[in-house]
């Protein structure tokens, strides 16, 4: 992509991302007079959830639902806060020192910042079943950036599998736009609707009640769903063409599929933040991997803050407000004498706060199960990138390979182009598994910039201090 | 509860592992102990590189020595640890350095060692076809190579208890006491006692000095590697450059590693690294000026080890100058990982006959402080 925009050396606030939290982020800090630049990867603002609202051929509203378009609203109100967008750019280092490496328009850029912002959200948590990486396979949050960005509708025998609201909303969104759905396989534990109705009073005042009680009768009216399914397994030669799976203690049946899209949940994305060094805590209800951050957002690294589902899982309407409040921190540090025109904190954690109601029901409710998370067999593959299975990652701990690292140099896992997005997760509970652990104790890769590849050309074209020009010219 | 042991070796890098490993051979029980876990840090995380080539003059002999047994590591530790021997060929750039690198040629042959040899434009050209056409020749040391360095360390760890060492992970050395003739090593578990005390710690090695009394000026540093996606094959041996930094090595896989020694920045209290992106830019300039088929090449990773450095860029090994029992083995200054068979070999036989065949003068912590 040839970049359009001028970048400038240094930025008072530079904000990574530009779904809810960043756009919400950018508009506030700016509007309060700080210079602010978000990156955003994509080719346009949004994010996953928000992705395309600008651009998206699909015209009919009630097709992606009144919350999909409830992001125009925040573009609109970032387009007009002064802050600058530079959509295309991928961020592959952030420092200690603030600094970001930046690949745009073909370059990289080296950009300061006195605060940072990472509003780098969520990715769908792996889903290693037997099959998973057959074509004809592929996951709920892929399907639905199709659908949205250029108004794909999958055809065919389509089942959709896993657990989640994002699972449900996707279904809705396919029989809307016209589509068929042949079922709705849910990995739901049973128990899971006995633990959460503890929380579900706090739900019960959500927004996301009415809305999600309504989205799931619209959904079981017009499909068949099958509840309880403790076995799933993609099955095909070359691509998909069966689905097995098993419901309860009821003995396996097979479906004819074209098309398998999975899912069991989003959790932050931690590429970045890990590779900073950030101190990051294992969520026992999320299940997942989440920085450890003060009310405002900010992370153990001086200058650092983190909003959005980066943070931890909490949707989009707390994304913005997550937004929000560490744009009132920048502001705070860096131009105090502005808070005046922005909103009072306390009106600032109360709308969080509201956002984030209900939470808990919804996590506990969606939990997904041990199996589905851990894979039962030995071949089923954990590592894609290197093809590394179930089975020689428990082996290899059985060897005494204590952690994620040493299983890197072990067995290359984690090791591809993916940097552990699609096993880290995975690797983590198995180790944790085998060796009667938490996965807190076991930890994570220890991950490095780049985040994102970058081609050795834009490197090696990187604009040099003085002294190293002076020294080509000597030479 | 104090644990005895007939030697203590503190750190488990190559070094320490091999030193430990060596020990059981020759019938003592030394107990390992790593602050981290085995090859985390230098030894684990390095490029690999099993060189001979273009060594210290100093270094040279002990090099050789540890080649040999390389060459054999399978039969030392049970894994072949990765090792194969493809060559390692050193690149003149221009037609100045070539000269300088055939004195040096020359001067190791005067000396009894021919395991370097200069090599013609042609003779590269057919060794490294992917190499750039305005390079004049260079030296090429054919026994080198190249091995994993974690699965190395591993292996030496692995063998090392399998002959009766014990290696404790995840304590630190906290003190270090005289006490009746034996060593009393304070660590986070506990007191573990010994006649013998090996200082392999690395990085943190100039701590271990420290308490001993015995200072040193050890600089930590954090040599920086990148690597690529896969690639079609187009080398065999490891590449380096004397004159700009450059190691450089395609796997089996197809994954280019990218090296040569330019330096991060490293934090040896929290074990973590930054890198700096405008030096390893020089390292993917020179990449690009040395390999034109690197210029389609995507880096997908790139690291650094937190490793010792010494003022004059060669290791300490040897008795402690004031210590009765202590020995050290560190400040390999980013080249130790072929050194650490052989050296491991060699402490062990200072250490139970008082005096080694290979000449190890040059590497006294004394020189520090004439």
Same mark, same amino acid.
């Given at each position: 992509m040839s970049g359009s925009t001028v970048l400038e050396n240094s930025y008072e606030l530079a904000i990574i991302g530009a779904g809810p939290a960043g756009l919400a982020a950018g508009a506030m800090a700016a509007k309060a007079g700080l210079t602010t630049i978000v990156l955003d990867e994509n080719p346009a603002p949004g994010g996953q959830i928000y992705r395309a609202v600008k651009t998206t051929p699909v015209r009919r509203e009630d097709i992606l639902g009144a919350d999909y378009w409830h992001g125009r609203e925040l573009v609109q109100e970032f387009e007009s806060s002064g802050a600058q967008l530079v959509s295309g750019a991928t961020v592959w280092s952030v420092s200690r020192a603030l600094e970001l490496g930046v690949s745009y328009g073909g370059r990289t850029h080296l950009i300061n910042a006195r605060r940072i912002i990472l509003a780098t959200g969520a990715l769908e948590r792996p889903f290693p079943i037997p099959g998973w990486t057959l074509p004809g396979v592929m996951t709920a949050g892929g399907a639905q950036t199709l659908l949205k960005t250029s108004g794909l509708v999958p055809s065919g025998r389509v089942v959709l599998a896993g657990t989640g609201p994002l699972l449900w909303l996707l279904a809705a969104q396919i029989l809307r736009a016209g589509g068929d759905i042949t079922a709705i396989l849910d990995t739901t534990p049973r128990e899971n609707y006995v633990r959460a109705l503890r929380q579900l009073p706090s739900f019960l005042i959500s927004p996301y009640f009415a809305k999600g009680l309504r989205l799931l009768t619209e959904v079981r009216r017009k499909t068949r769903v099958i509840s309880g399914i403790t076995k799933l397994e993609a099955h095909g030669q070359d691509k998909l063409t069966d689905v097995l799976f098993a419901a309860g203690n009821q003995p396996a049946t097979r479906m004819s599929a074209d098309l398998l899209l999975l899912h069991q949940g989003v959790v932050p994305n931690i590429n970045l933040t890990m590779s900073i060094g950030i101190a990051h805590r294992w969520d026992e209800l999320q299940l997942c991997w989440i920085p450890v951050l003060d009310r405002y957002g900010n992370s153990s690294v001086p200058g650092i803050a983190i909003a959005g589902? !980066?943070? !931890?899982? !909490?949707g989009a309407l707390a994304a913005a407000e997550r937004g929000r409040l560490a744009a009132y921190a920048a502001v705070k540090a &860096?131009?105090?004498?502005? &808070?005046?025109? &922005?909103?009072s904190e306390q009106l600032l954690f109360q709308a969080l706060s509201k956002a984030e109601a209900g939470r808990a029901f919804l996590d506990t409710l969606y939990q997904p199960p041990q199996r589905f998370r851990v894979p039962v067999d030995d071949a089923t593959l954990v590592c894609r990138c290197e093809e590394v299975t179930a089975g020689q990652i428990r082996e290899t701990v059985a060897l005494g390979c204590e952690g994620p690292n040493q299983l890197k140099s072990f067995l290359r896992c984690g090791m591809g182009a993916c940097q552990g997005r699609l096993c880290g997760l995975t690797v983590t509970e198995m180790i944790a598994a085998e060796r009667r652990v938490s996965p807190e104790h076991v930890g994570y890769y220890r991950l490095r910039p780049p985040v994102k590849p970058i081609p050795l050309a834009e490197i090696a074209a990187m604009p040099q201090p003085e002294s190293a020009l002076k020294a080509v010219v000597r030479g | 509860m104090t644990i005895t042991a007939d030697a203590i070796v503190i750190g488990a890098g190559i070094h320490g592992c091999s030193t430990a490993l060596h020990l059981a051979m020759r019938g003592l029980k030394p107990i390992v102990i790593e602050k981290?876990?085995?090859?985390?840090h230098a030894s684990g995380v390095n490029a690999g590189g099993v060189r001979q080539l273009a060594r210290h003059f100093a270094e040279v002999p002990l090099s050789v020595a540890s080649m040999e047994l390389w060459e054999r590591i399978e039969d030392l530790v049970g894994d072949d640890c990765g090792f194969t021997s493809e060559g390692q060929v050193l690149v003149a750039e221009t037609e100045a350095e070539l000269e300088s690198f055939r004195a040096r040629v020359d001067e190791l042959r005067t000396t009894g060692f021919t395991h370097e040899e200069l090599i013609d434009h042609a003779e590269l050209k057919k060794l490294v076809?992917?190499? +750039?056409?305005s390079c004049p020749g260079g030296v090429v040391s054919r026994r080198d190579g190249a091995a994993n360095p974690f699965r190395a360390t591993q292996a030496f760890r692995r063998k090392a208890i399998l002959l009766g060492a014990k290696v404790v992970e995840g304590v630190t050395v906290t003190a270090l006491t005289r006490q009746g003739g034996a060593w009393r090593v304070s660590t986070t578990a506990g007191i573990f006692e010994a006649p013998v005390v090996v200082n392999a710690a690395g990085a943190w090695a100039g701590r271990i000095a420290a308490m001993l009394g015995e200072p040193v000026p050890l600089e930590v540093i954090a040599p920086m590697l990148m690597i690529t996606s896969r690639m079609p094959h187009f080398i065999r041996p490891v590449v380096i450059l004397r004159g700009r930094k450059l190691s450089f090595k395609q796997f089996d896989n197809g994954t280019v590693l990218i090296g040569g020694g330019h330096l991060g920045r490293a934090d040896p209290e929290t074990n973590y690294t930054e890198l700096d992106w405008t030096k390893l830019s020089e390292s993917a300039r020179t990449v690009w000026d040395l390999f /034109?088929?690197?210029?389609q090449a995507t880096i997908v990773r790139a690291w650094a080890g937190i490793e010792a450095r010494m003022p004059d860029d060669i290791p300490v090994i040897g008795p402690s100058s004031s210590s009765e029992g202590v020995y050290h083995q560190f400040g390999f200054s980013a080249h130790g990982f072929q050194l650490g068979p052989g050296v491991g070999a060699l402490m062990a036989e200072l250490i139970t006959t008082? +005096?080694?065949?290979? /000449? =190890?003068?040059?590497? +006294? =912590?004394m020189r520090f402080s004439k």
């Open positions: 589902d !980066g943070a !931890g899982i !909490g &860096l131009k105090p004498e502005a &808070l005046s025109h &922005l909103p | 981290d876990y085995a090859g985390k076809p992917a190499v +750039s056409d /034109p088929v690197m210029r008082g +005096s080694t065949n290979l /000449p =190890i003068a040059p590497f +006294s =912590i």
